[in-house]
C-alpha cells in the first residue's frame, strides 16, 4: 500500500503532567515518515524521560494507539488536517520557559537542535537531568544489555511459533535490527489479519507474508512455544459451509 507523501501536522500533548498551556508544540510529519522517528526525535522536547505510549486523536474525536512500525499514512493520517498527538510517558520534574517551541521534524536536523539554547534539551544537559543523568544512562545500559540476552536466545528460533501478549498466534519470520527504528524487532506472521504489513516497511523488506498479516514487535512482547493456530471451531459445524 502506498500513500501520497503529504506534511500532516500533529499538536502534540503531553501527559501525565501537560506542559503549561502557553508552551505549545507542534511537529509537521509526512506521510511517508516511520512514527518512531517523530517519537524519538520528540521524547527531549517535550521533557519525558521515556516514551511509553503514543495516541493519535482524529478531527472526528476517534483515537488510534501508534504503531512505531508503521508510517504516518499507514495510521491514516491526511494531508491538510491537525490531530492530536497524546504521548504519555514518565514527566521530568522541571519548569519549562513559556513561549512556542515549532518543531519542523523534516526540516530541523538533530544537530541544529542539539546547539539550539533555551529548549528543554539544553535545560537538561546543563542540569544533567533525564536523558543526560547518571541513572537514566544506567537504566538504558541495563535495557541494551536485556535487549542483547533476548537476541541471543530468540535469533535461532525463526521459523518458531509465537504468542503476543494480546493472545494473538503467529510464526517468527525475523529477528534483528530494521532501518524503522533503533533496537532489535521481532518480525512475525500472524494466523489471523491483524497485522500492519507484509513484512515491508518503508520499502525494506525483513520477511514475506499476506498483506496485512505482518507485525512488527520488541523482543519482550511475545512468547515462543507450542502455539498452534486457534480453532474456530467452524470446519466442525454442519450449518457452515
Known amino acids: ?72 499514512g499507514e495510521l491514516g493520517l491526511k494531508d491538510g488536517l491537525e490531530y492530536q498527538l497524546e504521548v504519555r510517558g514518565q514527566a521530568m520534574d522541571l519548569e519549562v520557559n513559556a513561549g512556542s ?61 509465537t504468542e503476543l501478549e494480546n493472545g494473538v498466534r503467529g510464526e517468527l519470520k525475523y529477528v534483528g535490527e530494521t532501518e524503522f527504528a533503533g533496537g532489535y524487532w521481532a518480525g512475525i506472521a500472524l494466523d489471523e489479519p491483524y497485522g500492519r504489513n507484509d513484512g515491508t516497511v518503508n520499502g525494506k523488506q525483513y520477511f514475506s507474508c499476506t498483506d496485512g498479516y505482518g507485525v512488527f514487535v520488541r523482543l519482550n512482547k511475545f512468547k515462543i512455544g507450542d502455539f498452534p493456530p486457534l480453532d474456530d471451531g467452524l470446519d466442525d459445524d454442519p450449518e457452515i459451509i
Open 1 to 72: 500500500m502506498s500513500f501520497v507523501d503529504t506534511k500532516i501536522k500533529l499538536i502534540l500533548k503531553r501527559l501525565p503532567k501537560p506542559l503549561p498551556d502557553n508552551y505549545n508544540v507542534v511537529a509537521d510529519v509526512r506521510s511517508s515518515d516511520p512514527c518512531a522517528k517523530l517519537l524519538d526525535n520528540l521524547q527531549m522536547r517535550i521533557a519525558l524521560n521515556t516514551v511509553e505510549q503514543a495516541t493519535v486523536k482524529f478531527p472526528s474525536g476517534d483515537t488510534c494507539a501508534v504503531n512505531p512500525a508503521v508510517t504516518w
Open 101 to 161: 517551541d515549532y518543531v519542523p521534524t523534516n526540516y530541523m536536523t538533530e544537530e541544529e537542535y542539539n546547539e539550539k539554547k533555551g529548549t528543554v534539551r539544553d535545560f537538561l544537559k546543563s542540569n544533567k537531568l533525564g536523558k543526560f543523568s547518571q541513572d537514566y544512562k544506567e537504566k538504558k545500559r541495563q535495557e541494551l544489555e536485556q535487549q542483547q540476552i533476548l537476541l541471543d536466545e530468540i535469533k535461532h528460533k525463526v521459523g518458531q511459533r
